[in-house]
């Protein structure tokens, strides 16, 4: 007897981040699955989807934003269920990572928390991980099942380049951003500008950062201060004081992640920062002030969807933009480039 083997594809989200995965789902042309995630009086939670499963490769979305360890424990419950229902392939897509941040040693008797997300993701049954911008690229390391790395710098550097463009330097916060702030540089033809810094132990493990120098000219220039996220804001508006000493004209900030803790709006809002650009990653309270700008991350994550299902190249949807080394043939090319896959609909799965 012969059968013939047709592909399924199903997505699903938790309730982290809904109206991403909402614009996700139509980027491909899909409707979200049907789930439901209650909790318990005790605080439990309980997860029940409401289709079969069976031979599916199933998409699971969940952004691990606040709070944090519920994100995380709904999304490995979802993947449990999936896995049980018999799911062909379980795709864990993970917009932002959480305890990324905590990926080695830097004291004694601490943990790698986010080598231990990486172990609760596959002992739960997930097949394959995405993910948007990694605090490290070491982090892919961790997994013994594929992990997709995307990233978000294209977006945000066609947006800077189409309201930013003139006089403009690209600033590095740190040492571990200056690849990424060189790609940067690449897209918007820009010299590039180092922070040099050094953070202090302010206690239970936390530590703030003091601007001691910068390394380039950026007297006169609109500087523009790239990174992977903005949580409390204190070192970005740290670093900002200091190139307004150092006499820049204008000082914008570009980061994929917006975690906002605490009163980092409010922190933005009251700074000398020009703007600030930012992606939907995490979910957004409403409204945002006027200097706050978002672009959609769902049509670079819709196009990896459909890739990743019809077995296609993810690379190619960034011209191996996503990488952690900045390959020759983007060095070579320069900021003039074709128009990017992510910038058409993902073709419907």
Same mark, same amino acid.
């Given at each position: 007897m012969e059968i013939g083997i047709k592909k399924r594809a199903s997505i699903y989200s938790g309730t982290s981040n809904l109206p991403l995965a909402q614009e996700i789902a139509d980027h491909l042309g899909m409707a979200l699955g049907e789930v439901t995630i209650s909790r318990f009086a005790s605080g439990e939670i309980y997860v029940r989807f409401h289709e079969s499963a069976r031979g599916t490769d199933a998409f699971v979305i969940q952004t691990h934003s606040a709070p944090v360890n519920d994100m995380i424990m709904e999304q490995l419950l979802m993947i449990d269920a999936l896995k049980r229902a018999s799911a062909k392939r379980i795709n864990a897509v993970i917009p932002f990572f959480g305890y990324a941040r905590q990926d080695r040693k830097s004291l004694a008797r601490e943990p790698i928390s986010a080598r231990l997300i990486a172990d609760l993701l596959q002992v739960a049954g997930a097949d394959r *991980?995405?993910?948007v911008d990694l605090h490290s690229g070491q982090i892919q390391g961790f997994f013994d099942i594929p992990v997709d790395h995307l990233t978000a710098l294209p977006i945000l550097a066609e947006y800077v380049e189409e309201h930013h463009r003139d006089n403009i330097v690209v600033v590095a916060p740190d040492a571990g951003r200056v690849r990424v702030a060189e790609k940067y540089s690449l897209h918007l033809d820009a010299p590039l500008a180092? $922070? &040099?810094? &050094? &953070? $202090?132990?302010? =206690?239970? =493990? #936390? #530590? @703030? @950062?003091e601007v001691l120098d910068v390394v =380039?000219? *950026?007297a006169g220039k609109r500087c523009l201060v790239v990174d992977d996220m903005i949580d409390t804001g204190g070192t970005l508006i740290s670093a900002v004081k200091h190139l307004i000493r150092q006499g820049a004209s204008e000082v914008l900030a570009a980061a994929t992640h917006a975690v906002f803790s605490g009163d980092a709006i409010q922190r933005i809002a009251d700074s000398a920062l020009s703007e600030v650009i930012v992606t939907n990653s995490m979910p957004l309270p409403s409204p945002l002030p006027d200097k706050i700008k978002v672009v959609s991350i769902a049509p670079i994550v819709a196009s990896t969807i459909a890739a990743v299902f019809q077995d296609e190249s993810v690379s190619e949807i960034f011209q191996g933009e996503n990488q952690e080394a900045i390959p020759p043939e983007i060095r070579k090319r320069g900021p003039k480039r074709k128009k990017k896959d992510h910038e058409a609909p993902a073709p419907s799965i």
């Open positions: *991980v995405l993910s180092l $922070m &040099r810094k &050094r &953070r $202090m132990q302010e =206690g239970k =493990g #936390a #530590a @703030a @950062a =380039g000219d *950026v």
